[in-house]
Structure formats: C-alpha cells, structure tokens
C-alpha cells in the first residue's frame, strides 16, 4: 500500500476488538459488532482507526476508498489447523468409510496417512508447490488470510524437509500467511515397523536429526505430534515435544481424536499453545486445558467427514474456561474442504456454539492457537488489517448460507488476497 486507504459503507464490521489474548467464557460470546462505522488502514498495512465513515473520510481526505457496497466486512479468518501439502486426492476412502471400514483400519491395510505419504515422498518440490499454491488460494478465497499448514506428509528426513521449505517459499510467493509446523510425528513410517527397523528407531530420527534440521533453518513456528492410541504414546509424545522446545518451537498436539488417551492433560503439562480435535477428551483433560489457558481448537469438519456422530464437547470447554478455536483440518484423507464458513456452519449446529462464538473462534482464538494474538484476528488500532468482505447484510448470515460462497474480496496487511 502507498496510502490510506478507507473501508467504507459496510453494513456491519464485525471487529471482535478486545484483549490481545484469547477469549474465554462468556466473553468468547461477543464478537463486537458495530453498524455505521469503517475501518481505516495505513501504508504500513495496519489498522489506524475504526470509526463513523464521515468522521474516517474527514480526517482522511486523500485516502483511497474500498467499497464494501453493504456487506459484512470481518477480520480474515485464522485457519489454525491444516495439512495443504500434499499430492493426490484420497477419494476412495471416503467410499471405504462408507462400507464400514474404520480410520484405523484404512491405515493398518496402508491407506490414509501412509498414502499420502508414499505419494509426497515421489513429488517434486515445484509440484508440491504448484499445487498446494492453487489450494491455499481457494482457502483465501473464502475469507482465510493467516494459514497454519503442517508437514507429516514426508516422515522421512529429507521429504519433511522439503516439504517444510515448500511452506517457506510458499510464504514469500502468495498473498496469504502462513505459520509452518513440523509434524514430522504424524504417522509411524511403515519401512519402521518391521524388522529390522523399529519404532523407537524413527522416534530417534524425529529426536535426533529431524527437530535439530528444522531448527537449524528456522522452517518451523510449531512442533506436532498426533497422540493418539495406535499412533503415538504419551510418553513418545513427551520426548518429541520437550526435544522441539529445547529447540525453540512452540508446541501443539493433535490430542483425543477417536479416542481418549489423556493427550489434552499432556497438552496443559508441555505449556502447548493449542489442543486440536478433542472429540473423546475427557473430563480431567477439560480441567486441564482451562487450568493451563492452552487454545482448544475443534474441527468439526473432520468429524463430519468421517460420518462420526460425537463432536469435541464445545459447550463443556466454553463452561469450563477453556478458549475455543475452529479450523479446517484441510487435508486429502479425512477433511477436504476449503470453505471456512462452512466451519463456521457447523460450529453452529454442530457444536452449539453462537455465532459470535463462532467467529471469535475463527478469528482471535485462531490467532491465539498460533502464537499470533498480539497482531491478528481482530479490527483494532495497531492490528494487521487483514479483513474479509462477504455479500451479506448481517454477521449472522455469513455460517447461515452453509456451502456458498458469499466472500467478495480478503486483504493481507491491507493488500488485496482474493478478489482484486
């Protein structure tokens, strides 16, 4: 940007303005919502003012003009889980899951993550590139500005690294922002289940060479694990995270997916900065999240693609303190959707949570679950003016017209994503 540039003749702006933090309780609630007023971005790509239009065009009036022509104008959405590196589709297991063929099964007969992983493991980087690009573009077309995208595709020294320089260059191309974690503990490699190789053996490499490479070029914020029972242990868990904090990286866990493993208690003991999924947590893990303040980020898109009837417990967490984030969970095998409000449809009926809870979810929640509260997910004074029009006349709306595409146009640091 070379000027000021005024966003005007909304009908709403919802600015979710508060605490540089993430939200909890009732507060979670309120997602500020102001009519008559417009949003005033600086050269620098923050946000200088939010005030009555007239009083914005008089004290600015050389600035440029953005019309949002009576739509919602929001904070760009946080999509704080991802996993947008990958090759091919994974169709088929959709069809598998339907037939009664469980997630932990499709992964025994070498489906799932290991599918994605022999797939990964034959690409390019410029292919991964060219087609993560193309996704992450259509996740910004639907309101998402800041993107956390994973490795855990590689699970191989040399392919996690690739796949985390992938997010690097990726970074620097697109119009979006990108927050890199390693992941390089998704899934136990099958050439380490056999003789002669083992698992505590690849839990080695991710010790041992994996976490010091990574951090060696600073490729990642965060460290993962999925600790899950028939994936990663407690106790696997706890070496892999403490290893990557002594590094320097910050800490997430996906934690409790199918089945309750006491992953969210680990997640309050490390100091995480978020718990993801959460759908079998139990509750000594609820205290312990609320105990801690770690981001409780629940997708419930995920479980929706799997054809699961229970959902992360979202009314328990909210009752409890804990602050609730919402993300995608984009990825091949078990959440193939770009559509963040569609997210926000389900937190609603799904997850029963309001709709400003919903978007406070998606916006500084989302920005708290990675590390980044201080600067995004809300439309404040000082804030990166990241915003997203959509073609409504109320907030509500926005989750209500569940699947369409109703975002107009996203900005970055007051630049335009999506849209023009």
């Given at each position: ?36 007023v ?23 009036p050389?600035?440029?003009?953005a ?52 797939d ?10 060219v087609?993560?690009?193309a ?52 899934e ?8 002669p ?40 868990t ?62 419930p898109?995920?479980?929706l ?15 409890a ?17 770009v ?17 400003g ?53 996203t900005?970055v ?8």
């Amino acid at each position: 940007m070379t000027a000021t540039t005024l966003f005007v003749n909304a009908a709403e702006v919802v600015t979710c303005a508060g605490p540089p933090r993430a939200r909890r309780g009732a507060e979670q609630a309120d997602a500020v919502v102001r009519r008559g007023v417009g949003v005033a971005v600086g050269a620098d790509g923050r946000i200088l003012a939010v005030a009555p239009d007239a009083d914005l065009r008089a004290a600015h009036p050389a600035a440029a003009h953005a019309d949002c022509a009576g739509g919602v104008l929001t904070p760009g959405f946080v999509d704080s889980h991802t996993h947008a590196i990958f090759g091919r589709a994974r169709y088929e297991e959709q069809e598998l899951r339907a037939a009664g063929v469980g997630y932990l099964e499709i992964a025994r007969r070498g489906g799932g993550i290991h599918s994605s992983v022999r797939d990964l493991r034959q690409r390019s980087a410029d292919d991964l590139a060219v087609l993560a690009a193309a996704r992450l573009r259509r996740l910004a077309a639907h309101g998402t500005t800041t993107i956390e995208v994973k490795s855990g595709y590689g699970l191989s020294l040399e392919a996690e690294l690739t796949t985390l320089r992938v997010i690097r260059r990726l970074a620097a191309e697109l119009p979006v922002r990108l927050v890199p974690t390693f992941l390089g503990a998704h899934e136990v490699p099958l050439e380490y289940r056999e003789v002669p190789r083992t698992r505590a053996e690849y839990l080695d490499v991710v010790v041992e060479e994996m976490i010091p490479a990574v951090a060696r070029e600073g490729l990642a914020r965060f460290c993962d694990v999925f600790c899950e029972p028939g994936v990663y242990t407690v106790d696997e868990t706890r070496r892999i995270l403490t290893a990557a904090r002594g590094a320097g990286m910050a800490l997430k866990l996906h934690a409790d997916e199918l089945e309750n493993g006491a992953a969210a208690e680990l997640a309050a003991e490390l100091g995480a900065t978020s718990a993801d999924h959460l759908a079998a947590i139990s509750e000594p893990g609820i205290a312990a999240l609320a105990q801690a303040g770690t981001v409780a980020t629940l997708l419930p898109g995920t479980m929706l693609f799997l054809g699961r009837s229970r959902q992360a417990p979202a009314r328990a967490l909210l009752a409890a303190g804990v602050p609730v984030a919402l993300a995608s969970d984009f990825n091949p095998g078990t959440s193939p959707t770009v559509n963040f409000p569609l997210v926000l449809t389900l937190g609603v009926s799904q997850l029963r949570l309001s709709v400003g809870e919903a978007l406070v979810a998606a916006t500084v929640n989302g920005a708290a679950a990675v590390g980044l509260a201080g600067e995004i997910g809300q439309l404040a004074p000082g804030f990166r003016a990241d915003l997203a029009l959509f073609d409504v006349g109320d907030h509500r709306e926005i989750p209500y017209w569940y699947g369409d595409h109703r975002c107009l146009r996203t900005w970055v640091d007051g630049r335009p994503a999506h849209g023009g």
